[in-house]
C-alpha cells in the first residue's frame, strides 16, 4: 500500500511561515512527479507547486510566486512546500500528490497523479 502522509499544517497568522513534509512509500521515487494542492471551503481543489522527477523542473500558481519553494529528497522519499509571507487566502487542506513521470516536465492536472495524501490544514488569520 502506497502512503503519503503530510505534515506541518496549523494555524498562524498572517505573515507567518510554514513548512509543510510529505513522508511517501513510493518505491523509485525519484521515478515520479510531485505536486502540492490545496483545496478551500466551497472551491475546487487547485494547483500550488509542482515538480518533476529530478526536481529542477518547477511550477508554480501566480498566488504564491515568490512566496512558497517546493523541494524534494530523492534520498529521503520526501517533498516539502516552504510558505513565507502567509496569506488568510492561502487557508485551505493543503495535499501532497505524486504520479509516475512519463516525460521530463512535472504535472499541473490533479488527473495525472495517481497517489495523494489526506491533507493537512493550513489556517492563516488576519
Known amino acids: 500500500q502506497v502512503l503519503l502522509v503530510e505534515s506541518g499544517g496549523g494555524l498562524v497568522q498572517a505573515g507567518d511561515s510554514l513548512r509543510l513534509s510529505c513522508a511517501t512509500s513510493?518505491?523509485?521515487?525519484?521515478?515520479?512527479?510531485m505536486g502540492w494542492f490545496r483545496q478551500a471551503p466551497g472551491k475546487e481543489r487547485e494547483l500550488v507547486a509542482a515538480l518533476n522527477w529530478s526536481g529542477y523542473r518547477t511550477t508554480y500558481a501566480d498566488s504564491v510566486k515568490d512566496r512558497f519553494t517546493i523541494s524534494r529528497d530523492n534520498a529521503k522519499n520526501t517533498v516539502d512546500l516552504q510558505m513565507n509571507s502567509l496569506e488568510p487566502e492561502d487557508t485551505g487542506v493543503y495535499y501532497c500528490?505524486?504520479?509516475?513521470?512519463?516525460?521530463?516536465?512535472?504535472?499541473?492536472?490533479?488527473?495525472?497523479?495517481?497517489?495523494w495524501g489526506q491533507g493537512t490544514q493550513v489556517t492563516v488569520s488576519s
Open positions: 500528490a505524486g504520479g509516475r513521470a512519463g516525460s521530463n516536465d512535472y504535472y499541473t492536472r490533479p488527473g495525472d497523479y495517481e497517489y
Open positions: 513510493l518505491r523509485a521515487f525519484n521515478n515520479y512527479n
